[in-house]
Structures are given as C-alpha cells and as structure tokens.
C-alpha cells in the first residue's frame, strides 16, 4: 500500500489563516491535504525545514514578462524562473506585448507559449481597447485570463483609453476587477515640454507629477461609481491618491509596489540614473511615508511587483528616450522580508498583502492560503538570513536590479508549485510545471 502523502514538509513554522503555528505539511497530488504532527513514515519524500517559516505562495499580480515581441528584455523561461527562485510561485502578466494582448488569439498564443516553458503558475490580461470593449465581457471568462487591464496613460496605440467615454464603455462590458493604470494623459502630453529634447532623470516625477497620478484616479473612480464596476488601481505612488481612494472602498482595491515603498526621489535618481526610472514615478520621501501609512491603516490590498524589465543599454539612452519601467519579480520577497525584519511590516500582513490579498481581489481559486485542499504553493523563507541582493543573482534576462548590492535580513529558501519543489537553496530544480491559474469567476 502506497503512503497516503506524496511530500511531507517536517517542523517548520506555518503562516496558517489563524496564525503561526509549528505544524507539518502533507501534500497529496499537488494539494495540501494535512497540517499538523504527521508520521514522518507516511509520505513517499520528506522536506526538513525546522526553522523555516512556511507561508503560502506569493502571488505577483502584476508583471510583465515581454513575450511575444520583446524577448531580448524577458521571456516567460528566465522570467518565470525568476520568480521563483524569488520564492514567487505564481503571476498575472500584463498585456502590452508585440502584439497586444486584445483577442482571444492573442491571448491563447501567450498560454500556448507558456506551457511548459512557465516555472510557476501563470495568467493573462487582456488589454482594454476601443476596438475590443464589446468583447471585454467574453474575453475576461477566457481560460488562463487573468481580467481586463487598462492604460489610462503611459501606453501606445489602441491599448492608451485617455478619455472618459471609452473608459465608461469599458467599466460598463464586463463583471470582473478592472485593473487600471492611472496617469492622466491629457496632463502628461501638456507637461511635455519640460523634458522634451533632453533633461535629467530627475525630472522624471516632475513631468509625470503627483496631480497627473490623482486626476487619472479621481476620474476612474468617478466612472467606477457611475458604472458600479469594481477597479484594482495598480502601483499607486501619491499621498493624494490615498486621501480620495477611502471613500470607494465598496468598489475599489489599491496596490503598492516594493519599490515605491523602499526608494525615493531625489536620492534614487541620484544613484541609479534612469534605473529608477519608472511609470508612475520614484517619488518624494513625503509621498514614500504616506504608501506606509495607508498600508499600516488597511488601505493597501495588496503588493506586486510590476516587473518591467528593459536592457541595460536601452536605459542607458539619454532622458526622456530612456524606457520606463525595473525587474522586480525576484527581488519582491526579499525586498519586502527586509521591511519585516525592519519592523515596518507584520509577516502577517505580508502574507495578505502578497498571497491572500492578490487571491481575495481577483477571485483566484485555491490559492493565497495554507488550508486544506488548497494548491500546495509554498513560499518557504528564513527569517535570519542575511544576504546581499546583487546583479549576478538576478536571471531576468535584462540581468540587472536597481537593488544591487543592498543588505536584507530574510530570504526565500525554497518554492513549492502545486506539491513541486521547484526552488531550493537557491537552485532551480526538475522540469517547468506551470499551468495555468484558475478564477472563481470562471469556473464552470
């Protein structure tokens, strides 16, 4: 007779619903199926992982991993394999590829080229566009759709929904959480002028300034009243962002970025040039402390990383032809495990800001918790490890992270894809398992 688990995970500490608890993990075909003192004879392998600490996978809701047409950034290989020995088991990818992600096409190509190639587990947004907003509603109940995302600003061609008629047409075609980039483009194309033909980086949050981040927001939740659609406003960077977004707590949900909370202008600009560049910008320490203090009041739902990487010689052109935008998906957990250590962030509330959080809003199904019959996603890390985030670790293929050579206390050790260990200690391990996530919503 066969033992009744395939994976026993023996004497760590367990980041359950109710709390921590040290408690042993028995995995059985690919789902969590005992938690507590289990016979360490009973599984086929087990995993030692005494002082470790077990917390469920964390979900990156927001990357974008450049496949198809850009590959010489980031593919779905090196960028999924990032992810994960980033400890991230598993990501919503964002629809501003060559081409877009506007059709059901595109969107089964991105799936198609996935399979087998994805290290954790993977959806797709489909893009908001004028031509596509009668599809919207379909296209969101897709397999492997991660929902509908919209550009307000700082995208090209049909992918850009500027004005308010399209953007009501698109809240109104759909039932599913809108996420929605928020920079007013009428304001940036008037501010223009101030970098136009060349100018320091530092000029970057100038150009794009706090006022452009709050009238895109101040308009989007407007339409979201009116339409009563739910909205995810994604990397939100503005004190004045976070005065307006209590009042539209019925319909909408707010996420931060690891980077908007651990860097600051004018310092950033300073030292990493147009490393730091990125859309919405590295802001102000005073905008910095006010992301804290809404995420210390339960204003924030969730943390992505908005993992955008660009070539080391593309960031190198003079401002503003400089691209916009820095790898985040491997550096997410330590980034955000150093702010614990730091005392500035509870574990508890990194678990629901990066895996409960990320489930809750976009209604992921079996994930975002350590619960049984859930996914076994486990993101294992140790708290006391100190390590150095350097550029040689990072295996985005852009190969570089604007937290070269910064110390953090807290690493993630090994990372389980549905029972798979597919990271530990530091090596990536087996064969690309990810598939595809499933959502509560269009589950049939």
Known sequence: MSPPYDLILHGGTCVLPGGEARADIGIRDGRIAAIGALDQDAAVSRFEVRGLHLLPGVIDSQVHMREPGLEHKEDFASGTMAAVLGGVTAVMEMPNTKPNTTTAAALADKARRAKGRAW???????GAAAENVEQLAELERLPACAGVKVFMGSSTGSLLVEDDATLAQVLANGTRRVAVHCEDEPRLRERFAMVEGGAPVSQHPHWRDAETARRATE???????????????????????????????????????PQHLTLSAPEAYERLGSLAQMNPPIRETAHRDALWRALDQGLVDCIGSDHAPHTLEEKAQAYPKSPSGMPGVQTLVPILLDHVHAGRLSLTRFVDLTSAGPARLYGVAGKGRIALGYDADLTIVDLK???????????????????????????PEATLVRGHVVMRDGQVLGDPIGAAIRYQECLS
Not at 120 to 126: G, Q, R, Y
Not at 387 to 405: A, L
Request: hydrophobic share 40%; with cysteine.
């Open 385 to 411: 490890a100190q390590r150095t985030i350097t550029n040689q670790w990072i295996v985005s293929r852009c190969g570089w992270t604007p937290f070269d050579g910064m110390k953090v206390t807290g690493w």
């Open 120 to 126: 954790c587990d993977m959806a797709f947004f489909v």
């Open 219 to 257: 308009r989007l939740l407007r339409l979201a009243r009116g339409t009563q659609r739910r909205v995810h406003v994604l990397h939100v960077t503005t004190a004045d962002e976070m005065e307006i977004l209590p009042d539209y707590r019925d319909l909408a949900t707010v996420e931060v970025t």
